[in-house]
C-alpha cells in the first residue's frame, strides 16, 4: 500500500505561490493516477487536480484552472502542485491521494496523509 507524505504549505499573501509535494512510498507509485484533494474549515473535502501515470492528461477544478499546475516525478515517487495567484478561498488542508474516476468524478482511495495546510491572507 502506498503511503503518502505531504509538505510545501505555508501562509502566503494573496498572489502569492507556493508549491507542495507529496512523498510516496512503495514501488507501485508510478502506476496510479494520482490526485490532489482540499478541506477548507467546515467543508467537505474536495477534488484539486489530477495527473496520470503517464503525465499525459491532467484534470482541475474549474477554479484552479490556469493558476495551479500538477506534475509528478515517478522517479522520485513525488507528486507536486504548483500554486500560482494564490486567493483567501484557497485556504484548507491540502491532501494526495490516488485516485479513480467514475461517474461522480475522482475519487481519493487508500489511506490519507495528515495534509498540509495552506492559509492566503487577504
Known amino acids: 500500500q502506498v503511503q503518502l507524505v505531504e509538505s510545501g504549505g505555508g501562509l502566503v499573501q494573496a498572489g502569492g505561490s507556493l508549491r507542495l509535494s507529496c512523498a510516496a512510498s512503495?514501488?507501485?507509485?508510478?502506476?496510479?493516477?494520482m490526485g490532489w484533494f482540499r478541506q477548507a474549515p467546515g467543508k467537505e473535502r474536495e477534488f484539486v487536480a489530477a495527473i496520470a501515470w503517464s503525465s499525459d492528461n491532467t484534470y482541475y477544478i474549474d477554479s484552479v484552472k490556469g493558476r495551479f499546475t500538477i506534475s509528478r516525478d515517478n522517479a522520485k515517487n513525488t507528486l507536486y502542485l504548483q500554486m500560482n495567484s494564490l486567493q483567501p478561498e484557497d485556504t484548507a488542508v491540502y491532501y494526495c491521494n490516488r485516485v479513480v474516476r467514475d461517474n461522480n468524478g475522482f475519487t481519493g482511495v487508500g489511506s490519507w496523509g495528515q495534509g498540509t495546510q495552506v492559509t492566503v491572507s487577504s
Open positions: 512503495g514501488r507501485t507509485f508510478s502506476i496510479y493516477t
